[in-house]
C-alpha cells in the first residue's frame, strides 16, 4: 500500500514537472520567433532586436554630461576598463585619445555615442552628409535639434526594414540654444525616439548615474560652478564605485586612487560658446589631473 501511493507520488510530480517545462520551452519558444527580424512584435509589444540593440548600447563606455554654473558643458567619459565588470580585463596599455567617441559635425554642433563602435562611425558619416546637403540647399547648416531628429529617422529607418538591423548605439547631440543662452543635449536611442535633457549619461549604468545627478541637482538644478565640476561628477560616480551593481548583477568598479579621486582614467570635455564667433570651441583632457592644472 505504501509502495502504490509512493509511485502515485511520483508519477504526479513527474506530471506536474513535465507540464511546467513544456511551457517553459514553449514560451522560450513563443519568444524566439520574433528576435530574427527587426520588424516583427513579440507578444509583449516589443521590436526584440531594438531591444537587443539598446543592450548593446548599454554596455559601451560611460559619458556623463552636465553643465556648469558659468555655462560650459562638460561630458565625463569613462573608459570601458573602467566600467567594466570585475570578471572582465582590459589592458592600460590602450592610449584611450585613439577611441573617437565626441566628434564635431559642424562649428555648432558636436555628438558623442556610446556602444558599438563601428555604428557610431556610420551614424557620424550620415549625420555629417546630412549637415552638408543641407547648407548646399538652405545656405546655412542644421541645428543640433535638426541633426538629432534626422538621427533619430535613421535609427528609426532600420526597424521598419527586415533586411537591416538596429543601430547599437546612443547618441547625444550638442548644441547651444540662443533663445535659451545654454548648450541643448539631445539623446537619440536605438529605437529612433529623441529627447532632450539639461543633464544626462548614456552607456553602462547610465540609468543609475542620471538617479545620482536627480539627487544632487534637485528641483531647482543648481548646478556646480567650473571650479567644482570635477568633485561634482565623483560624487555622481562614487556610489557605483562603492557599494552598487550593475544591471547584470556583477560588481561594476569605478577606478580611485588612494584619495577616493576619480582615476586619472576618465577623459574629460570641456565645450565653451565663443559668441563672438558663435562657434561651440571644445577642449579634450585626458586626465583629470590634466583638467586641474588648466583651471590653476
Not at 548600447?57 to 565625463?76: N, T
Not at 561628477?233 to 586612487?257: A, C, K, R, W
Request: proline share 2%; net charge neutral; glycine share 6%.
Amino acid at each position: 500500500m505504501i509502495m502504490k501511493s509512493f509511485i502515485s507520488l511520483s508519477f504526479i510530480l513527474f506530471i506536474l514537472l513535465f507540464n511546467c517545462n513544456t511551457r517553459a520551452i514553449s514560451r522560450r519558444g513563443s519568444y524566439m520567433k520574433y528576435d530574427k527580424s527587426a520588424t516583427l512584435f513579440s507578444d509583449e509589444g516589443e521590436l526584440l532586436q531594438v531591444v537587443y540593440a539598446q543592450n548593446a548600447a548599454s554596455r559601451g563606455s560611460s559619458i556623463v554630461s552636465a553643465p556648469c554654473k558659468e555655462g560650459d558643458l562638460f561630458l565625463f567619459s569613462l573608459p570601458l576598463s573602467t566600467t567594466q565588470s570585475t570578471s572582465g580585463s582590459q589592458t592600460r596599455l590602450l592610449d584611450r585619445r585613439s577611441i573617437d567617441n565626441v566628434a564635431k559635425i559642424h562649428d555648432q554642433v558636436w555628438v558623442a555615442f556610446s556602444g558599438l563602435a563601428g555604428d557610431g562611425r556610420s551614424i557620424l558619416k550620415q549625420a555629417r552628409n546630412f549637415a552638408v546637403e543641407f547648407n548646399l540647399k538652405y545656405g546655412f547648416f542644421p541645428s543640433a535639434s535638426t541633426i538629432a531628429s534626422h538621427i533619430g529617422e535613421v535609427q528609426h529607418a532600420v526597424t521598419l526594414s527586415g533586411d537591416r538591423r538596429p543601430y547599437g548605439i546612443q547618441v547625444l547631440t550638442i548644441g547651444y540654444d540662443d533663445l535659451q543662452k545654454s548648450f541643448c543635449v539631445h539623446l537619440s536611442e536605438p529605437s529612433g525616439e529623441v529627447s532632450s535633457w539639461n543633464a544626462v549619461a548614456i552607456g553602462k549604468d547610465s540609468r543609475r548615474y542620471i538617479q545620482r545627478m536627480e539627487q544632487l541637482l534637485g528641483d531647482d538644478m543648481k548646478y556646480r560652478p567650473k571650479k567644482d565640476i570635477v568633485s561634482f561628477f565623483q560624487e555622481v560616480l562614487t556610489p557605483i564605485g562603492i557599494s552598487s551593481s550593475s544591471d547584470n548583477n556583477e560588481e561594476t568598479v569605478v577606478d580611485m586612487d588612494n584619495n577616493g579621486d576619480i582615476s586619472n582614467n576618465c577623459m574629460i570635455y570641456c565645450f565653451h560658446h565663443n559668441k563672438e564667433t558663435n562657434k561651440i570651441e571644445m577642449r579634450c583632457f585626458s586626465t583629470v589631473t590634466e583638467f586641474v592644472d588648466s583651471m590653476k
